[in-house]
Structures are given as structure tokens and as C-alpha cells.
């Protein structure tokens, strides 16, 4: 098929002629939103001729392709990417600028997709981009949430949330395939039968939700490949039940439909936190019986009916556990659809299922009550049941009467489903998201299964795709890079580190501050969009965007804004180079002690504002609605990244990645991939601070630490403290965040006191920032910090976590 031409004319026109046939307007009287669609719907055209080809290709070569299955994919805006990785940003803005439309003006027209709370989701998205970029044929996976992630509001001085409607308007990147659409069956009961002297089990009864797959292009930079994120929505099969109906049975006539309108409905908020809503695990179920109905078919249509070949064929990844119920369905799938008996159906699954670890916090743990899984999943419980028996077998032979080894490694234990326990027991790899994340999980979280099955354990750090990241963000900067050392890094990010010698050229190093500097402004452009705000550009940005966790420890962050706020209104021959205390975070809508982190940083925000003096060198502001078009107008202008969390506790982070490639310098623990940042800096290019994981490890089991302490002998902390409760902050209501205060020194609803070490942590963290201070008024040695960082931030990008996936996992092509 021959591809269509699109120059700067043909743009234009299709532009032009598309407002006329959609709309009946003209250029002068289309709204910016129509402006926008017209826009985006060309690049559109020009993706569909690519996408079909690709397919094709794929097709005819017959080769190996991975699935992604991930709960959530945050997206982000996509007009501007795909421009870009057509390599037609020229011809467009060309186009554009002739037509009198600003990128800027339409740009904020496309809804944003945010199908995900924040870096699981964010990981998956820039996953896309470099699988297509590296030319490696892969399908997403995932949930076509109705509504994102809520919106956020801040208003007097607490976080509100809003629906995130994001589909009102429609959504041009998508395709329905209703030809494609599987049914997904819940409930009913398992009945047994003989077939050819063979034991067959069918679900009977069942309630039927149907999956209609609505697909969105996944882009390669400069090359012909283009995959798909199949994005999966649920409805109900027939309107209503009209034999039920007629009958007068309106409630059961209508029961199969509240199924299926409410499991696609709504992303749930929580981020790195469980809870075992039995809607949750419907939405799990969804995902992977959908995926995998959908893969076999064309494993089948590809390869015929041989699934001995399989694994040769097809790699499932799972995302945390959310998408573990992938093993049991496909199981169920070899043997009560195609035949397969257990053993054989067994050992295909085992060799086509990997997993990826996201997480070690505890209260994230995935786990379902057995009784829950029997009555929504019943014929899927079975398999449970058998494959944990068989595996309790072999552990058994293992460990002889080791019980609680054995129930602790067990997929079935003491009345619960252990998704992690069956994430590991069967699938080939398992994989730990940093080294450090790596080690832990290997060592500690799977002890037992590091020991029985040690080769199955990878680390492969995770990555940030630096076309969203740095090419498409900071323009500036990346013109820049190109000018100095050429183009080779769009597609070879470790060839950043030609920059290297450029630290020394203060010509370089003024075009660096200058471009951070515009950032700077083009973030306040954003910012005066998004909630009317100013931020004074000669500031320094100190930066902490990420969810709102306690184990972040934004509180941290906020007692030492605090302290310095004292230090100002004490000694009036304090000074500091002005910085901004940046923060963008979402707090769960039921995390009440996460949302009382918000109200201290906002009241903080009000008491720096309201002295004169304290405003000139210290000021806070909150981002509204952090999402990542807000990131994409932050980092760029980004001077410190705040990277504190409890150390062992982040398992990578993702965020730092970004900042760093941007610039930014890092102030942080020894935590995640923050470990191989400073490797790869060196200690000069590195504010690092606070205790090691080891020693957080040693403390909990110790049991003995005692933050009164630092209490009593601190008198910063002290003073800090008593305001946070004494109405200086909140003087209408004093007691307003006294559950921080509470928790920090004598621990709650059963917790330790401090259980992320913030009072422990604070002196070093204070002497770090103290020294940042120092060394920030030395410009020269701030952009040589700078200037390294972005030069050493290529192995941090996915091109390199998916290359070394495909190495060691995937093993495609
Ligand atoms: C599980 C069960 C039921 C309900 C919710 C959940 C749940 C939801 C979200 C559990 C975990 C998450 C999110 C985890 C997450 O985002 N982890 C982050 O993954 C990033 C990419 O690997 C890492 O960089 C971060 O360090 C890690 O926190």
C-alpha cells in the first residue's frame, strides 16, 4: 500500500478541508479545540498507514511478541510525541505557523489520558515507547477507565477531588475493534464432565461481561513500527434481560448490567496501598481473561493449533501482581478450551509468564480472601487449588516438615490467595526494578524462593523514555545537546556523555543557565494556566513531585521549610539564596495522614507568605493536580530534585530519572535506582544523606529507636513541632494535623512512632541542604553538577531497561 505524502502543504490542507468536513468551519472561526483535532486527526491519518504495514510485517515475519499487562498505563498527552516520533515536528510547526496556531494553544486542548496513579503506570507508558523504538513487536494491556485519576483541587488549604472525565470529548487516538470483543465470565459454578475418558470442567450460570478492545498506536522514534495499547472496556451483553424482564424480574434483569457498567468505570486511587475491594479483583480479571482470549486467537491464527510452541511465540509480562490471575487463566484456557492436560498446560504457562516486582511495601501486598475468589472466580479458584497443592508437593520434598517455611511460600495460606507467592512459583523470571529493589526482594521479601530458585531472579533498573523526557519537555536544552555533540543520542541515549567535556566550556555552561532560566518563564506561563500562580524565576526550584506517601517523606521535606522559616524570623542575619520549595502530589482520597501532609505544607505555604522578610528567600507552592503534562512544564525547569524516601522503602523511582536527565541535582538517600545515580555521578554531582537500608533494616528489627529523643535534645525539631500544634499554624483550630505530631513522636493506631525515620534522618538531611546552599551560590560549580548529571543520565533511559529486558527475559526476535 503506498504510503501518503505529508509535507508542510499536504498538512495545511488536510487541516483545513478537515475543519470544513467535520465541522462545517472555517480555520478563523474553528475553537481551539477543533483547531486541536483537526491537528491531531492529520497525524492520525499519517499513523494509520504506518500501523497497518507494521501489523502486516509482524504478521508475515511470525516471530516472538510480548504483552504487557499492566492495571494501569499513565499516558499523558500524545499529539505532540507522535509528531515528534514521526520525526514531523518541523513540517507541522511549519504548517502551523503559516496557519497562525501555536503548538501551545492546541496542545492544552487534547484531554489527558491519566489511566494511572504514578510510576507503575508512568514505567509502562514509557515501556511503549522504547519497544517500538528498538523495533520489538509488543501489545499493551490495560483498562479503559471512563475516569482517570481525579483531578485535584486545593481549596482552603486541603486537597478536593474531582472526576477526571477525560472521555467527554471523545478520544481521536482510539480505535473501537468491536470485531475483536471476547466475553470475560464471573461467578456461576464449576461442573464436571468426561470427554474422551477425560475429566472436562465448564463454568455453568455464569454472569457475562463483555470486552470490547479499543486500541491506541504506540509510536517508534523514526522507524516504521508501530504497536498497539489495547485498552479493554467493559459492557453488558445485551441491554437487559428480556425474558427476566417480561417475567416482572427487573432486579435480575438488570444485575448483569451493573457488572459490566461499573468494571471498566473508574481507575481506583490508591497508589503502593491494598484494599480488597471485590470490584478490584473483577477489573483484574477483566484484564488478563480479555488479553490472553485475545492472544490466543492469534497465536492460533498465526501459528495454528500446536501450543506446545507457545513460549516460543508469546511472553506475558505482569505488573506487580494486579495481572497474576493471567497464570490461572491461562491454564484454564490449555485445558478446558484447547484440550491440554494439566501437566503439559502447566509447564507452557510456567515458560510464557514473567513478573516484575513494583513494590515491597508491606500494606501493598496483594492478597484476596479464598472465600471471595471462590464465588467471584470459581473455576479459576480451582485451578488454584491444585496448582498450590502440587507446589506445596515439591516444597514439602524441600523443606520436610518446615510448615511455616511452606505456608509462608505457599499461593494458598491460612484462608487467603497470595498473588506474589503465585507470581513467583510460576512464572520464569522475576524481576526486581533497581539493584538495590533487586537484592531485596531476592534476599529478603522472596527469602525462601531466593534460595530454591535462585537463577530466576533478574534486576533490570527501570528507565524514562528521553524523547518525552528530554526532547519533547526541553526543546531548548535538546537543541543544544544536538548543536554540541550531534543527533546520535535520540536514538543512543548513553552517547549523552559526550557533553562530558562540555562542563568546562563557560560559553556551554551559559547557554545551559540561560536555557534553564527560559524554563523557568515557560513554566510560568503553565502555571498561570493551571492556577493563576507566579513563581519568581531568579529562585532557585527545589523539587519534590511524586504521590504522597509517608515512606516520601514529603514530611521531611516540609519540617525543614519549617526550621528554615524559624531560622529566618530568629536571626535577622539569616540569609540564603532564595529558593522556591516546590511540591505536586496526590494523596489518596481515604489516606487521611497523607492528606494532612497537604495541610501542613499549605499552612506552611500561608505563614512564610505572611512575613515580608521569610517571602524574599523562602517561598512554597503547591502544584494543583499534579499529572504529567505538569511534569512536563516542571522538570525543565528544575535546579534540586528531592529523592528522600526511607531508604529500602522506593524500589526504584522514576522521578529522579527525569530530573537528573533535565539537570537537576539530586539531594537523597541511598534508595533506589538514587543508588545508581550517585554511581554514576560520583559523590560531587550528589547531595546524599541519611541512613542506609541496611541500617533502616537493623533498626526495625532492633526495635528500640525513639524519636522522643530527638525531641528533647533538638531544639529546631522542638520548636517545629510545638508550632505545628500551638496555633501558630492553625489558629482556628490548633489540633487540625495533631495526628502528625502524635505520630512522629509516640506512633498511632498501634504503628511505631516515626516509622519512616524522619526525626532520625533530619540532621543530615538539614546539613545536605545547608551545603546545597553554599555550593549553589558558586554558579560555575552548580552548572558543572548540572551539566554532569544530564551527561550521565542515558543509561537511565528505557531504551536501555528494554534492551536489556528483551536480553534477559523477553528474548524476542
Ligand atoms: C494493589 C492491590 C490492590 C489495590 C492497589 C494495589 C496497588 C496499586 C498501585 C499496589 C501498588 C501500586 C503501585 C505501585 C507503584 O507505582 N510502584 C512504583 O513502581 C515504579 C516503577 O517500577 C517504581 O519506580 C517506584 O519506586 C514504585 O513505588
Not at 495522614?593 to 506552611?604: D, F, Q, V
Not at 500551638?726 to 482556628?732: A, I, K, N, V
Not at 483550630?733 to 533530619?762: C, E, R, T, W
Amino acid at each position: 500500500m503506498p504510503k501518503r505524502e505529508f509535507t508542510k502543504d499536504h498538512i495545511k490542507q488536510s487541516i483545513i478541508g478537515k475543519l470544513q468536513r467535520y465541522y462545517g468551519k472555517t480555520l478563523q472561526e474553528a475553537t481551539p479545540y477543533q483547531r486541536y483535532y483537526a491537528v491531531a486527526s492529520t497525524l492520525r491519518d499519517q499513523i494509520m498507514d504506518k500501523w497497518i504495514i507494521s501489523r502486516e510485517r509482524d504478521q508475515q515475519l511470525g516471530g516472538k511478541r510480548v504483552y504487557y499487562l499492566c492495571i494501569e498505563f499513565l499516558l499523558g498527552r500524545a499529539m505532540y510525541n507522535n509528531a515528534l516520533n514521526l520525526l514531523a515536528t518541523q513540517p507541522y510547526t511549519q504548517a502551523l505557523t503559516e496557519l497562525e496556531i501555536s503548538w501551545q494553544d492546541i496542545m492544552y486542548e487534547e484531554p489527558e489520558p491519566g489511566l494511572g496513579n504514578g510510576g507503575l503506570g508512568r514505567l509502562a507508558a514509557c515501556f511503549m515507547d522504547s519497544l517500538a523504538t528498538l523495533d520489538l513487536p509488543a501489545m499493551g494491556a490495560t483498562i479503559r477507565y471512563e475516569y482517570g485519576l481525579f483531578r485535584q483541587k486545593l481549596s482552603q488549604g486541603q486537597q478536593v477531588e474531582l472526576p477526571d472525565d477525560w472521555l467527554q470529548n471523545g478520544n481521536v487516538w482510539e480505535i473501537a475493534r468491536v470485531e475483536d470483543l471476547v466475553e470475560v465470565h464471573f461467578e456461576g459454578r464449576v461442573v464436571q464432565s468426561v470427554k474422551d475418558g477425560r475429566d472436562v470442567y465448564s463454568l455453568v450460570d455464569y454472569r457475562t461481561v463483555e470486552a470490547v478492545p479499543y486500541d491506541m498506536p504506540a509510536l517508534g522514534y523514526g522507524n516504521d513500527r508501530v504497536n498497539t495499547l489495547r485498552t479493554w472496556r467493559a459492557r453488558s451483553k445485551q441491554s437487559l434481560d428480556l425474558s427476566a424482564f417480561s417475567n416482572g424480574d427487573y432486579v435480575a434483569a438488570s444485575k448483569e448490567q451493573d457488572l459490566a457498567n461499573v468494571i471498566s468505570k473508574v481507575l481506583y486511587p490508591e497508589d503502593n496501598h491494598y484494599e480488597g475491594k471485590t470490584l478490584r479483583l473483577c477489573q483484574h480479571y477483566f484484564l488478563v481473561s480479555a488479553t490472553l482470549q485475545c492472544a490466543l486467537k492469534d497465536f492460533e491464527a498465526r501459528h495454528g493449533k500446536d501450543y506446545r510452541l507457545l513460549p516460543d511465540k508469546v511472553v506475558f509480562h505482569i505488573n506487580d501482581t494486579h495481572p497474576a490471575l493471567a497464570i490461572p487463566e491461562l491454564m484454564r484456557l490449555l485445558m478446558d478450551e484447547k484440550g491440554l492436560g494439566w501437566d503439559e498446560a502447566q509447564a507452557i504457562t510456567n515458560r510464557c509468564m514473567a513478573y516484575t516486582n513494583h513494590t515491597i511495601m508491606a500494606e501493598a501486598l496483594e492478597r484476596w480472601p479464598k472465600e471471595l475468589m471462590r464465588r467471584q472466580l470459581p473455576r479459576i479458584y480451582m485451578i488454584l487449588e491444585e496448582m498450590n497443592r502440587r507446589l506445596c508437593e515439591k516444597l514439602w520434598d524441600r523443606f520436610p516438615g518446615q510448615w511455616d517455611r511452606i505456608a509462608h511460600m505457599a499461593i494458598l495460606a491460612y484462608d487467603m490467595v497470595h498473588m506474589a507467592n503465585l507470581c513467583v512459583s510460576q512464572s520464569f523470571c522475576i524481576n526486581g526494578v533497581s539493584q538495590l529493589h533487586g537484592d531485596i526482594i531476592k534476599n529478603e521479601t522472596f527469602h525462601d524462593y531466593g534460595i530454591t530458585t535462585p537463577r530466576k531472579f533478574t534486576a533490570i533498573t527501570n528507565g524514562v523514555t528521553h524523547r518525552r523526557w528530554l526532547m519533547a519537555c526541553n526543546p531548548r536544552l535538546a537543541e543544544l545537546i544536538t548543536a554540541s555533540i550531534g543527533d546520535a543520542w535520540t536514538t543512543q541515549p548513553e552517547r549523552l556523555s559526550d557533553l562530558l567535556p562540555f562542563r568546562d566550556d563557560a560559553a556551554f555552561r551559559e547557554q545551559f543557565a540561560l536555557i534553564k532560566r527560559q524554563n523557568k518563564d515557560v513554566f510560568n506561563r503553565f502555571l498561570t494556566r493551571r492556577q493563576d500562580m507566579q513563581v519568581d524565576p531568579a529562585f532557585m526550584f527545589d523539587v519534590q513531585v511524586k504521590r504522597l506517601h509517608e515512606y516520601k517523606r514529603q514530611l521531611l521535606n516540609a519540617l525543614h521549610i519549617h526550621v528554615l522559616y524559624n531560622r529566618i524570623m530568629d536571626d535577622p542575619g539569616f540569609t540564603m539564596p532564595p529558593r522556591v520549595f516546590i511540591f505536586g502530589a496526590k494523596a489518596s482520597r481515604g489516606y487521611h495522614k497523607a492528606k494532612m501532609i497537604i495541610r501542613y505544607i499549605l499552612a506552611l505555604s500561608r505563614l512564610i507568605d505572611a512575613s515580608p522578610r521569610a517571602r524574599k528567600m523562602l517561598r512554597i507552592l503547591f502544584v494543583e493536580n499534579w499529572n504529567v503534562s505538569a511534569a512536563e512544564a516542571l522538570i525543565p525547569a528544575s535546579d534540586l530534585s528531592e529523592q528522600i524516601s526511607t531508604a529500602g522503602k522506593e524500589a526504584s523511582g522514576t522521578g529522579n530519572m527525569k530530573l537528573m536527565m533535565n539537570g537537576a541535582v539530586t539531594i537523597g538517600t541511598l534508595d533506589g535506582a538514587n543508588v545508581e545515580i550517585a554511581q554514576a555521578v560520583g559523590p560531587d554531582n550528589i547531595y546524599l544523606f541519611g541512613m542506609t537500608a541496611e541500617e533502616v533494616s537493623a533498626k526495625y528489627r532492633e526495635g528500640t529507636y525513639a524519636p522522643i529523643h530527638f525531641f528533647e535534645r533538638n531544639t529546631e525539631i522542638r520548636r517545629a513541632l510545638s508550632q505545628m500544634i500551638d496555633g501558630t499554624l492553625f489558629p482556628d483550630n490548633p489540633a487540625m494535623v495533631q495526628i502528625l505530631y502524635h505520630d512522629l513522636l509516640f506512633g498511632s493506631g498501634g504503628s511505631n512512632p516515626d516509622n519512616y525515620f524522619v526525626l532520625k534522618d533530619f540532621g543530615s538531611y538539614a546539613q545536605a541542604q545547608a551545603d546545597i546552599s553554599r555550593d549553589y551560590q558558586d554558579q560555575d560549580l552548580w552548572l558543572r553538577k548540572a551539566i554532569t548529571n544530564t551527561a550521565l543520565s542515558g543509561f537511565f533511559s528505557t531504551d536501555r531497561t528494554i534492551a536489556q529486558y528483551n536480553e534477559l527475559v523477553w528474548k524476542l526476535k
